[in-house]
């Protein structure tokens, strides 16, 4: 099995960054995808990137052009760079590992097996 543990959340005004971060310990190299995900206030949980074993990456559509998901593979460490946050990114975000199995249906939580406890971001306008 593989745990996830988020950090780098916190508070900032709309246009500035944050980065987050997501330690996979355990047994990361079966995870064929990792992946952050999202829940705003009052809403569903929703697909922010992914990124599968061999590099390839794909963005939620509200996203895209603004983050940027990456791996340090010898850290074991699924990272989230944040830039130009709108208040519409407060939301809790998860990190997600597809942990022994695959599903290309990557923007589907239902998809991933293994789940992060979730780190709160706000943004102020």
């Known amino acids: 099995q593989v745990q996830l543990v988020e950090s780098g959340g916190g508070s900032v005004q709309a246009g500035g960054s944050l980065r987050l971060s997501c330690v996979a310990s355990?047994?990361?190299?079966?995870?064929?995808?990792m992946a952050w995900f999202r829940q705003p206030p009052g809403n569903e949980r929703e697909a922010v990137a992914v990124?599968?074993?061999?590099?390839?990456?794909s963005y939620g559509d509200s996203v895209k052009g603004r983050f940027t998901i990456s791996k340090d593979n010898a850290k074991n460490t699924l990272i989230l760079q944040m830039n130009s946050l709108k208040p519409e990114d407060t939301a809790i975000y998860y990190c997600?590992?597809?942990?022994?199995?695959?599903?290309?249906?990557?923007?589907?939580?239902?998809?991933?097996?293994?789940w992060g406890q979730g780190t709160q971001v706000t943004v102020s306008s």
């Open positions: 997600a590992a597809m942990h022994g199995r695959y599903s290309g249906f990557w923007s589907s939580a239902p998809s991933y097996n293994v």
């Open positions: 355990g047994d990361p190299a079966r995870s064929s995808c």
């Open positions: 990124i599968d074993r061999g590099g390839r990456i």
